[in-house]
């Protein structure tokens, strides 16, 4: 096993070498993007470029990590529409969907099932809350 500062030390031997992200992660057996945060941190150039751009407030930009009030707000409007729409479907029962605490909380489904399930999996988190 090897330390956090070993593991530092040979993305820098590696990057050294002309290695890319992606095989020095492969190696080391870690992401090629964390590779590419030990690159940034200790100023070693990367070939790494993002293949494509978003532009702000686009789905892709908050996938990619932009968390700027406009990709924030715009993921927001996206998330309630979607779940909007899910319960427009379940209202209207052409809906197929699986029966738990997932159905409860993004379909609107209060079946026994659901409410059971939900209001475990909201005790298992109480419990794990309270334990920090």
Request: proline fraction near 3%; glycine fraction near 8%; include cysteine.
């Amino acid at each position: 096993m090897t330390t956090p500062a070993g593991k530092i030390r040979q993305v820098l031997e590696l990057a050294a070498a002309g290695a890319s992200d992606s095989v020095i992660g492969m190696a080391l057996g870690v992401h090629a993007r964390t590779v590419l945060r030990i690159r940034q941190r200790h100023n070693v150039p990367s070939s790494w470029r993002p293949t494509r751009t978003a532009a702000c407030g686009s789905p892709g930009a908050y996938r990619r990590g932009c968390r700027c009030q406009v990709c924030r707000a715009g993921h927001a409007a996206r998330t309630r529409a979607a779940k909007a729409s899910r319960r427009e479907r379940f209202a209207a029962g052409t809906a197929t969907f699986k029966h738990g605490s997932s159905a409860y909380r993004n379909w609107g489904c209060r079946c026994e099932t659901c409410r059971s399930e939900n209001a475990a999996a909201h005790k298992a988190w109480r419990t794990r809350r309270a334990a920090r």
